[in-house]
């Protein structure tokens, strides 16, 4: 097997084994922004999709790219949008056809997308290509720019290199247990506003903009429990209410960068 589809099948194994979990999160979602860091952050990545949204007209096509258990894809169609969505693991897409009938779900990869040229207004991409390696996230980009149509734009999270909760070097100590254990651990893209500027110009996209929205210690704190969780994540709003940052070079440690591009 080649080491692309190795990542790969990392990637879907590592998604079949969060199928559950994120279908339970997204139920407790109404419980409120302060349930857990995971909805804390997904508050956060919601209000910069609501405002991409709202300059999009009704009946738009939008693709949910890693939709997952689909109810980011039926929050999308709610709003008066043509949604799709898509994911690699069939886990998740069980999930989401039993959560959502109605809407058209399809198993595919973000680098070798199922639909023809111009097809899609929007593409969203949340925490997907955070499992992959340069190589195939650079091929996801220009498929993504291949099935945008002219004028379409893509909103895409990634994983701040220098985020303040120290996740990179988590992930590579662990991943360095996995290895002297002889296991297989799943890969991980870490970046920055400016190399996403770079690569995103290279491929062709115009008008390109990056956004860190939430203190990534939040997450930390969550460790903790609930309570501290909640507690330190409001004193933290006392700083910064929106904890949002786009002119800033803090957005480079922040829990979510969000690249926003057009075509």
Do not use: W
């Not at 860091?37 to 096509?61: A, H, P, V, W």
């Not at 109605?102 to 290509?129: A, K, R």
């Not at 149509?149 to 996995?178: D, R, S």
């Amino acid at each position: 097997m080649s080491k692309d589809k190795e990542i790969i099948k990392r990637a879907v194994k590592r998604h079949d084994i969060d199928s559950s979990i994120f279908q339970g999160r997204y139920v407790n979602y109404k419980q409120g922004k302060y349930t857990d860091e995971f909805i804390y952050g997904r508050y956060q990545m919601f209000e910069e999709i609501d405002s991409i949204l709202s300059n999009l007209t009704k009946g738009s096509k939008v693709l949910d790219l890693g939709c997952g258990t689909g109810h980011f894809s039926t929050y999308i169609n709610a709003l008066g949008y043509n949604v799709t969505g898509l994911d690699p693991s069939t886990k998740m897409l069980d999930y989401a056809r039993q959560n959502f009938p109605e809407i058209t779900f399809v198993e595919g990869y973000s680098n070798d997308l199922p639909f023809e040229n111009d097809t899609f207004d929007l593409i969203i991409s949340i925490e997907v290509l955070r499992y992959l390696d340069t190589k195939i996230v650079i091929e996801s980009y220009k498929d993504i720019y291949r099935t945008l149509k002219p004028g379409g734009k893509m909103f895409i999270t990634h994983v701040n290199t220098l985020a303040t909760e120290g996740y990179y070097i988590f992930y590579h100590l662990k991943k360095l247990i996995h290895t002297i254990k002889g296991t297989e651990y799943h890969s991980a893209y870490f970046t920055s506003a400016s190399k996403e500027k770079r690569t995103l110009n290279h491929i062709g996209f115009i008008n390109i903009s990056c956004i860190g929205r939430m203190f990534a210690t939040v997450r930390t704190a969550y460790k903790f429990g609930k309570t501290i969780g909640k507690t330190y994540a409001k004193f933290l709003e006392k700083i910064n209410s929106n904890q949002r940052f786009e002119k800033s070079k803090f957005k480079n440690f922040t829990g979510h960068l969000i690249v926003i591009a057009e075509k």
